[in-house]
């Protein structure tokens, strides 16, 4: 009975041994260390040596299956997307640790081995479907985890078309006042390079003539992936060109933007009302005024203007000269209140 244990406990030793030293063909799910740390403590805590032999192979087939899926879906995937099959994979064996496998150890695990599949195949397909390529136009060049060696690289995604150049967009303002180019995709924050966004400008009514390299003067260069030009004039008008690239000059994504700037509308000018002419001496009328009864009326309220002046400045002097008596006279009734009282 002892020589059973020793033996057994051998084999136990080589059997884990073997798992920790054999390289297995590891697919996305199985390149994070916690799904291949379950794996591993499941399959020895089966109760003898054959059971362990037996889940080892099963584990082993399911690899298998788990590479050709991910083969099949571009052998690639990104941390997010391996953080959600983990996670989604990882409480479905819970539960299964959780079951009682009496009698139905090795069917319950090709079971749960199968369900991981299934977990990396839906992701897998949702990534490849919507986020290994994102972008329709331009040039993508990405960071990604090699589903076989489970080691990050570099992906390339061109854009749909085969050109960087993702379309020209008008832009129209006023005379005066601003503008906005932005030219950000959601997918510039994959790039895996850090490229700056160059912006360039060719002077001139945009979309009257063919324009090329030698037309256009650069404006900034600068991580921010829009510009605001404020205080439009009418000469800055024209067309104006943002690319993505990085300092090696490989253009990532292009965008045009034609700007047309409208001059302000003219102000409406007041016409100058001219008087009419005084009629004649011998065209006199009691409802028409002459212009010897227009001066006499200016000199009238010119002299009464005067006698007003004149009056209000004799009332003025009259009121400081009685207010100056009245001062004296009290300097006086002191004074001589001073003496009596001596």
Known sequence: MDLYRRSGGKMLLILASLLCGVPVAKSCLQCDSTIRRIHEDFILSAPTVQDQIELQNICDYAYVTYKETSQVRQGVTDPTTLYRAKTEYQSEFDRFLETDHSGSLTFDTIQIMEKGRKILEKHLDAFISDGLCPNTCGLLHRRVMDCISCQYKMYICPSLSGQQDCGVFPVEAEEGGQAVLNCFLP?????LAKPEYYFSWAPGEPGTKKLDENDFATLVVTHDSFVVLNQLHLDEQGTYRCSLQDE????????????????????T?????????????????????????????????TALTLAASVGLTLVLGMMMNRQQAVKELRRRRVEKYAQNTV
């Open 248 to 267: 090696k000059g490989t253009i990532y994504y292009r965008v045009t933007f034609l700007l047309s700037v409208a001059p302000l509308l003219s102000q």
């Open 187 to 191: 997918w510039h924050r994959l790039l």
């Open 269 to 301: 000018h007041r016409a100058v009302v001219t008087l009419p002419s005084l009629p004649h001496k011998d065209s006199y009328s009691p409802f028409q005024p002459t212009e010897d009864l227009l001066v006499a009326v200016i000199a009238m309220v």
